[in-house]
């Protein structure tokens, strides 16, 4: 019969601690303290094992001890510890335990940490599952706690990370206005300022995925009257080009205007995939000359 590892003989200790019924000296919240402590060393020991699976369970049943002992912060901490662990190839089981800290944290009011556990949702949504809408909908609220929590710059790119994701599920309009407020924000500061013509020729793209060279235009001048030097950027001029190019129905004019920017500027896959679809939807509608 093969002996126990360490790992496990702890797991039985705690089982068995968590189970034993309270004798009259002890009470119920000093069993699951210690029973909490017996999990988290187990946790910690299948952890060297490389049993991310086992740890992130026996942080879980941390987890739970500490919540019957009413330690908020406590159980915050195993259920991320668990979250971590199940990261190790369990994306499911680290999104719930990461939804369990985020109720804890936001219990406490600590919604700084709040955000940063909801980010991370987002990521393992994105990276993990492949599932933009859940991602995108992690970092918008991931974004909105930052911003309760005045960390302007860390909301902004969350906001930025959410837009992009919006694009891609084509929800121009959520795109834009996301966008829009992402630049609004970087214009008030002088480090962030330079990248405010990436966010409007994002935006510029979005509305001519939607094949609306109205809004594109309008918009277009609501941005150059925002900031006096964006209409001499590269990124002004080839969002103008485009337009252009879209309103003439004139394919050559747009693939000229992409080949161009595109050799100093390489297109990263968010702008290769917007601009095929607006180019793809020139071809549908002949230009109505």
């Not at 590892?5 to 702890?10: E, G, N, V």
């Not at 406590?74 to 662990?85: S, V």
């Not at 609306?212 to 001048?221: F, L, S």
Request: hydrophobic fraction near 40%.
């Amino acid at each position: 019969m093969p002996s126990k590892s360490p790992a496990q003989t702890l797991l039985e200790k705690a089982d068995k601690k968590a189970n034993s019924s309270t004798g009259w000296f002890t009470s119920a919240s000093t069993k699951f303290e210690e029973a909490g402590d017996l999990y988290q060393q187990a946790a910690n020991s299948f952890k060297i094992e490389k049993l991310f699976k086992e740890a992130g369970d026996a942080f879980a049943r941390e987890a739970e001890c500490r919540e019957l002992c009413k330690e908020e912060n406590e159980a915050a901490n195993a259920w991320w510890n668990a979250a971590k662990a199940y990261k190790r190839g369990f994306p499911d089981l680290a999104i719930q335990a990461l939804t369990q800290t985020i109720v804890h944290l936001t219990k406490g009011g600590r919604f700084r940490q709040a955000a940063d556990r909801e980010k991370e949702i987002g990521q393992i949504y994105l990276q993990e599952n492949n599932d933009l809408r859940k991602a995108c909908e992690s970092f918008e609220r991931a974004g909105e706690w930052y911003q309760q929590e005045d960390a302007a710059a860390t909301a902004n790119a969350c906001f930025k990370d959410a837009a992009d994701l919006h694009a891609e599920l084509e929800e121009y309009p959520q795109a834009i206005a996301r966008y829009e407020q992402v630049a609004d924000q970087s214009l008030s500061s002088a480090l962030t300022k330079y990248s405010v013509k990436e966010y409007w020729l994002k935006s510029a793209l979005c509305a001519l995925a939607m094949n609306d060279t109205v809004t594109a235009k309008r918009n277009m001048q609501k941005y150059s009257n925002q900031d006096v030097s964006f209409n001499s950027t590269r990124e002004a001029k080839f969002a103008n080009a485009l337009i252009e190019a879209a309103e003439a129905g004139d394919i050559e004019a747009f693939t000229g205007a992409v080949y161009e920017f595109d050799q100093v500027t390489k297109l990263d896959n968010w702008k290769t995939n917007i601009l095929l679809k607006i180019k793809r939807s020139f071809q549908e509608e002949p230009g109505l000359t």
